[in-house]
């Protein structure tokens, strides 16, 4: 991976980019399920403020268009969604009373 997988004006978010910038769900959901809630809430105390910036950002190109380091921002961004629910209500990585269910998608929608 490069150096800088951001835009310049997230340079604050870059420590958290060569992880949790991931194109699919169940990278996501690995990347979660493999992390400490420390690394979590770390990770959601720097990235949840910056995500009307983020999408502000990512909103200047067309969808099916998104620079190389608008994506992974959007990346990014979901991967904060991703987390969220984690440190707001679980306080853990799995889902409380959610059974073992799990979700396997055979198609990501894009990007």
């Not at 690995?30 to 990770?43: I, K, L, V, Y």
């Not at 720097?46 to 998104?66: E, S, V």
């Not at 904060?80 to 306080?91: D, G, K, P, R």
Request: net charge negative; aromatic share 10%; charged share 25%.
């Amino acid at each position: 991976m490069p150096d800088t997988l951001l835009p310049a004006e997230f340079s604050d978010l870059q420590p958290f980019a060569e992880t949790w910038c991931l194109a699919t769900e169940p990278e996501r959901w690995a990347q979660r399920m493999a992390s400490t809630m420390p690394q979590m809430q770390e990770f959601y105390d720097a990235g949840f403020p910056r995500i009307q910036d983020a999408l502000a950002y990512c909103d200047k190109f067309p969808l099916d268009d998104l620079t190389d380091d608008a994506r992974n921002l959007l990346h990014l961004v979901h991967s904060i969604t991703m987390v969220a629910m984690c440190v707001e209500i679980w306080h853990q990585p799995k889902v409380i009373n959610g059974a073992d269910a799990e979700i396997h998608r055979i198609g990501e929608p894009p990007p």
